[in-house]
């Protein structure tokens, strides 16, 4: 029971419309004078601390979102040297798990900025850039690069995965971009995530034309010549382009240098065609045909 329950229940009472519930009758009077008489009860009080009405209304909306469960804003919680070990918000979690923090992102394609930010506020200088891609690669992470101190190595990994982090595409129900990134990155990160290319756009990622769903799904191009490859191309109405492969050694990585359509012979052989933009292809090439392919360092004969 309250001190101020107490203290009523000493008070004399009226019921109003009865006598002596008017303020100016007999019977009002006779209160008036009964709770002057009336000696206060003797109520113990304990010494409270006084909290002024802003803090007593903080409270009470704390304590009302605690009751619903409801999260407003994002959240931030601190390890003790202050710094933040984790983030929450409706669009990204980033939680520290020992020597990495977990970063999930509900819906990558959503405002940026508040990617940035909540990699800010642990600490973390990380962008999520969104690029035209292939179409086999539009919702796939499909690069990563890191801004360190020379010499410095980091490990990281990054995918589109469901709960059970099989690997999805951005935008499929229950499907998020998966971050893992050691918790004393320094220097800038980025990630791309590729989207589908609007009409005229390059691709910021050239991947393989010869993979489903891209302008030359399925033709054999490795280790053939060029005279065969481009029948295919003019066959589905394709623009081209060349570049050439200059190889270092197999397996020792390779450099291209762009060419002019006439400068390319029939019979120089093609090792890789790459989606370059809607309905264009380049077509990776060497004037001599090698005994393995320099794109990817297998030392398997090529194909004839």
């Not at 409270?59 to 929450?88: E, F, R, W």
């Not at 980033?94 to 405002?111: L, S």
């Not at 995918?159 to 982090?165: L, P, S």
Request: charged share 25%; proline share 7%; hydrophobic share 40%.
């Amino acid at each position: 029971m309250t001190d101020i329950e107490i203290l009523m229940r000493s008070l004399p009472r009226v019921q109003p419309g009865r006598p002596g519930g008017r303020p100016s009758d007999a019977g009002a009077r006779t209160l008036l004078a009964s709770i002057m008489e009336e000696e206060p009860v003797a109520a113990v009080v304990e010494p409270r601390r006084r909290y002024g009405f802003r803090r007593l209304a903080v409270s009470l909306a704390a304590a009302a979102l605690l009751a619903t469960g409801i999260v407003v804003g994002p959240s931030l919680l601190q390890d003790g040297g202050g710094a933040a070990s984790s983030y929450a918000s409706s669009e990204i979690e980033i939680q520290r798990e020992g020597d990495e923090y977990v970063a999930r992102i509900k819906d990558p394609f959503a405002d940026h900025q508040k990617f940035s930010k909540a990699f800010q506020a642990v600490g973390l200088d990380v962008e999520l850039l969104i690029v035209p891609v292939p179409p086999s690669q539009v919702g796939l992470v499909v690069s990563a690069g890191f801004e360190t101190e020379a010499g410095v190595t980091t490990k990281t990994t990054s995918a589109m995965v469901d709960r059970d982090e099989q690997v999805c595409k951005a935008g499929e129900k229950g499907c998020y971009l998966l971050l893992r990134l050691p918790a004393d990155l320094t220097g800038r990160s980025w990630f791309k995530l590729g989207r589908q290319a609007r009409p005229g756009e390059t691709y910021d990622n050239p991947g393989r034309a010869t993979a489903a769903g891209e302008d030359l799904a399925g033709a054999e191009v490795h280790g053939r010549p060029v005279g065969q490859v481009m029948t295919e191309v003019r066959k589905r109405g394709l623009t081209v382009a060349f570049a050439l492969v200059e190889p270092v050694g197999p397996g020792k990585g390779y450099s291209l240098a762009p060419l002019a359509a006439d400068q390319v012979g029939d019979d120089w052989t093609v090792w890789e065609a790459e989606s370059f933009s809607a309905g264009a292809v380049r077509l990776l090439v060497t004037r001599e045909h090698l005994n393995y392919n320099p794109i990817y360092g297998t030392d398997v004969q090529p194909e004839s």
